[in-house]
């Protein structure tokens, strides 16, 4: 089975703090992505990266940045945390090519105060 | 901005009953579509996915894909309260297999 850890599922930080969201795939996947979820507004994708050092931006990149140094690791970074980046975090890989299902890590619930 | 569209419930059923979860998406150049099933304050697992105009069973899910009527939906048959959980519809949006999210049905199964 496809396995995507992400590092904390609970996270308290404060505003204007550098955040960093760890996930870790064990599929050898290619491709790899960051999700926000919220309620009323779903699924929206930040940014997602087909390959090492490789990214694109989604349809929220800005106030965050990500970081793939190797195949399985790919990392969401919160510049300066604010208030309204607190939201539940998804993390998800899918083989490489189109038309690939994605697999979800467990997700992390990020609180800026 | 490619759209997809799905009610947001919640849908009532019976235990034993089929339930019957629909989605339209706007990008008629759409290939793949994916199911997803969302426990509260879970993350979305996977339990479907099909390429190809008509059905696509798998145990009690039967996925269906109408390209031409831009429509996919999810059938439940047998439905049990452990199916009670938000559906997402996910429908391809570009390269490295990318997605576009409905926001989900919600589906309610009582005993």
Same mark, same amino acid.
């Given at each position: 089975?496809?396995?995507?850890?992400?590092? @904390? &599922?609970?996270?308290?930080? &404060?505003?204007? +703090?550098?955040?960093?969201?760890?996930?870790?795939?064990?599929?050898?996947?290619? $491709?790899?992505?960051?999700?926000?979820? =919220?309620?009323?507004?779903?699924?929206?994708?930040?940014?997602?990266?087909? =390959?090492? /050092?490789?990214?694109?931006?989604?349809?929220?990149? +800005?106030?965050? @940045?990500?970081? &793939? +140094? /190797?195949? +399985?690791?790919?990392?969401?970074?919160?510049?300066?945390? @604010?208030? $309204?980046?607190?939201?539940?975090?998804?993390?998800?890989?899918?083989?490489?090519?189109? $038309?690939?299902?994605?697999?979800?890590?467990?997700?992390? &619930?990020?609180?800026?105060? | 901005?490619? *759209?997809? *569209?799905?009610?947001?419930?919640?849908?009532?059923?019976?235990? !034993?009953?089929?339930?019957?979860?629909?989605?339209?998406?706007?990008?008629?150049?759409?290939?793949?579509?994916?199911?997803?099933?969302?426990? #509260?304050?879970?993350?979305? *697992?996977?339990?479907?996915?099909?390429?190809?105009?008509?059905?696509? *069973?798998?145990?009690?899910?039967?996925?269906?894909?109408?390209?031409?009527?831009?429509?996919?939906?999810?059938?439940?048959?047998? #439905?049990?309260?452990?199916?009670?959980?938000?559906?997402?519809?996910?429908?391809?949006?570009?390269?490295?297999?990318?997605?576009?999210? !409905?926001?989900?049905?919600?589906?309610?199964?009582?005993?």
């Amino acid at each position: 089975d496809v396995k995507v850890t992400q590092s @904390s &599922r609970y996270l308290v930080k &404060r505003t204007g +703090e550098k955040v960093f969201l760890e996930c870790v795939q064990d599929m050898d996947h290619e $491709n790899m992505f960051w999700y926000r979820q =919220d309620p009323g507004l779903g699924l929206r994708l930040i940014y997602f990266s087909y =390959d090492v /050092k490789m990214k694109e931006k989604g349809d929220i990149p +800005e106030g965050y @940045s990500v970081s &793939r +140094e /190797k195949k +399985e690791r790919f990392s969401l970074i919160l510049e300066s945390a @604010s208030t $309204n980046q607190t939201s539940m975090y998804l993390c998800a890989s899918s083989p490489g090519g189109n $038309n690939q299902p994605q697999h979800f890590g467990d997700g992390t &619930r990020l609180s800026i105060l | 901005q490619k *759209e997809v *569209e799905q009610n947001s419930g919640p849908l009532s059923v019976p235990e !034993g009953a089929i339930a019957s979860l629909n989605c339209t998406y706007s990008d008629r150049g759409s290939q793949s579509f994916f199911w997803y099933r969302q426990y #509260s304050g879970k993350s979305p *697992e996977l339990i479907m996915f099909i390429y190809s105009n008509g059905d696509k *069973e798998d145990g009690r899910f039967t996925a269906q894909l109408n390209k031409a009527s831009q429509y996919v939906s999810l059938l439940i048959r047998d #439905s049990q309260p452990s199916d009670s959980a938000t559906y997402l519809c996910a429908v391809n949006r570009g390269g490295y297999s990318t997605l576009t999210f !409905g926001k989900g049905t919600m589906l309610l199964v009582s005993p």
